[in-house]
């Protein structure tokens, strides 16, 4: 059975930084694509960094140049810098992961995989 948790979480002020951390159950090596996603209250999940097997990355434009995702797949972690924090960053954080295919899919949808969200809050 597939695990994804994250501890970790928090709250900053605007500019500071984060570090989100999801730990997988089993292998990651089969996980194709990992993922971090976000949900605001009242807005739809979306995509912020996802990141290949072999390590190609994907940011959403919002986050570019602030956060890095990176995966270690012999300690089967996945993380997620957070730099330069805005209010608008606050949201539930969801680590994701999916198997097969070559790339990342496009949206929430085509992962399987979720951890349980951890909240994080930018207080300006």
């Known amino acids: 059975q597939v695990q994804l948790v994250e501890p970790g979480g928090g709250s900053v002020q605007a500019g500071g930084s984060l570090r989100l951390s999801c730990a997988a159950s089993?292998?990651?090596?089969?996980?194709?694509?990992m993922g971090w996603f976000r949900q605001a209250p009242g807005k739809e999940r979306e995509g912020v960094a996802s990141i290949t097997s072999d390590g190609r990355t994907n940011y959403a434009d919002s986050v570019k140049g602030r956060f890095t995702i990176s995966r270690d797949n012999d300690k089967r972690t996945l993380s997620l810098k957070m730099n330069s924090l805005k209010p608008e960053d606050t949201a539930m954080y969801y680590c994701?992961?999916?198997?097969?295919?070559?790339?990342?899919?496009?949206?929430?949808?085509?992962?399987?995989?979720w951890g349980q969200g951890t909240q994080v809050t930018v207080s300006s």
């Open positions: 994701a992961a999916v198997r097969g295919g070559n790339s990342c899919p496009a949206g929430y949808r085509a992962f399987p995989y």
């Open positions: 089993g292998s990651v090596y089969s996980y194709n694509c």
